[in-house]
């Protein structure tokens, strides 16, 4: 059975740091990209981070760069999302998506809530 299982949601305040982790099983993680997606109330959901099974294929999305860094351990079966210096604009549900394109499978967590507030 697949299961992708993000924590380390939470509230904290402008400037803060947290890191989400995603946990997988069921499936042959090293041979799947991982992202992280978020979504905003009443916004669509966008890709936040991404990278290929190996480090150096990293890209992020333009409002994050330099703050969030993905990175994974393929012995734990576990991608990282860590955020530093978040801003209010960074709440939403984060999302861990695994996919491989051939052949194709997709797979979603449940969604971690971050809210950045003061």
């Known amino acids: 059975q697949v299961q992708l299982v993000e924590s380390g949601g939470g509230l904290v305040q402008p400037g803060g740091s947290l890191r989400l982790s995603c946990a997988a099983s069921?499936?042959?993680?090293?041979?799947?990209?991982m992202r992280w997606f978020r979504q905003a109330p009443g916004m669509e959901r966008e890709l936040v981070a991404a990278?290929?099974?190996?480090?150096?294929?990293?890209i992020y999305a333009g409002s994050v760069k330099g703050r969030f860094t993905i990175f994974r351990d393929n012995a734990k079966y576990t991608v990282y999302l860590q955020m530093n210096t978040l801003r209010p604009e960074d709440t939403a549900v984060y999302y861990c998506?695994?996919?491989?394109?051939?052949?194709?499978?997709?797979?979603w967590g449940q969604g971690t809530q971050v809210t950045v507030s003061s």
């Open positions: 990278m290929g099974d190996v480090p150096g294929t990293e």
């Open positions: 998506n695994a996919i491989r394109r051939t052949p194709f499978y997709e797979f």
């Open positions: 069921g499936f042959t993680f090293n041979s799947y990209a």
